[in-house]
């Protein structure tokens, strides 16, 4: 007996966050914008951008 195993949603793989939109791999070499400096330095989060889409939007990273 087999049973199908659905996928996680949410789980980040080592490959790193992914679009959203268009699934495909986020760059996080954008630069953090001051907002994120001033009071999001506490979070595990990253800016990363879209190349695809034009999308910026912020991710959490496992450590
Ligand atoms: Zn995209």
């Known amino acids: 007996m087999t049973i199908p195993i659905p996928e996680k949603v949410g789980t980040q793989k080592k490959t790193g ?12 070499r954008t630069h953090r914008s001051w907002f994120v400096k001033a009071f999001l330095f506490w979070l ?15 991710a959490f990273i496992n450590r």
């Open 44 to 58: 595990p989060i990253r800016k990363f951008k879209c190349y695809k889409c034009n999308r910026t939007q912020y």
């Open 17 to 28: 966050p992914v679009c959203f939109k268009c699934k495909s791999r986020l760059d996080s």
